[in-house]
T-cell receptor, first 113, second 113 residues
Framework: KAGVTQTPRYLIKTRGQQVTLSCSPI?????VSWYQQTPGQGLQFLFE???????NKGNFPGRFSGRQFSNSRSEMNVSTLELGDSALYLC????????????FGPGTRLTVL | AQSVTQPDIHITVSEGASLELRCNYS??????LFWYVQSPGQGLQLLLK??????LVQGIKGFEAEFKRSQSSFNLRKPSVHWSDAAEYFC???????????FGAGTILRVKS
């Protein structure tokens, strides 16, 4: 079974631009969560989508948004990029069951110049 | 608010020596508990998880962890470390029925030969 895939793996943007990251979950997984990883703040939860609906949201500004499609693939968008948005963005997928085991993708490394 | 503390930022052990990584959590009720490992430039891989039942859980790669409710701890152990275990280890909690993982700051493990 293929794992979680994220595209692109690396991105370089400049301040003020916007960016879209993509995540394809494991086949059959309906929940997709996004996390931001930085050296200063560590791993922080961004949001979770299930059945095309945002089910949980972390404490990030409105510049961070996401969506999920009917095939469970998810995208996250960051508008008006700031230098502090440079991070590894990780996507995780899981089945809809009580055990919440999440499987992580390799991440997208975003650098904002 | 829930939080996870990993008191050791770096740990260095000799190959073949035993390992214990500490994790304490603060949560209103016993959450789901996880240990993940991350190699440089990679996503997170689940080592083991605790949901309920036996407080000593076995994971992959020879790791085990013990849940101690009285101490709000979930320490990770391995009897004999291999050079390939060098990585960063994250303890995480999630509320029962929820997919929002809260991570500790991580412990970087170095293995010396």
């Amino acid at each position: 079974k293929a794992g979680v895939t994220q595209t692109p793996r690396y991105l370089i943007k400049t301040r003020g631009q916007q960016v879209t990251l993509s995540c394809s979950p494991i086949s059959g997984h309906r929940s997709v969560s996004w996390y931001q990883q930085t050296p200063g703040q560590g791993l922080q939860f961004l949001f979770e989508y299930f059945s095309e609906t945002q089910r949980n949201k972390g404490n990030f500004p409105g510049r961070f948004s996401g969506r999920q499609f009917s095939n469970s693939r998810s995208e996250m968008n960051v508008s008006t990029l700031e230098l502090g948005d440079s991070a590894l963005y990780l996507c995780a997928s899981s089945l809809e069951q009580a055990y919440n085991e999440q499987f992580f993708g390799p991440g997208t490394r975003l650098t904002v110049l | 608010a829930q939080s996870v503390t990993q008191p050791d930022i770096h740990i260095t052990v000799s190959e073949g020596a035993s390992l214990e990584l500490r994790c304490n959590y603060s949560y209103g009720a016993t959450p789901y508990l996880f240990w993940y490992v991350q190699s440089p430039g990679q996503g997170l891989q689940l080592l083991l998880k605790y949901f309920s039942g036996d407080t000593l859980v076995q994971g992959i790669k020879g790791f085990e962890a013990e849940f101690k409710r009285s101490q709000s701890s979930f320490n990770l152990r391995k009897p004999s470390v291999h050079w390939s275990d060098a990585a960063e280890y994250f303890c995480a909690v999630a509320p029962i029925g929820g997919n929002k993982l809260v991570f500790g700051a991580g412990t970087i493990l170095r293995v010396k030969s």
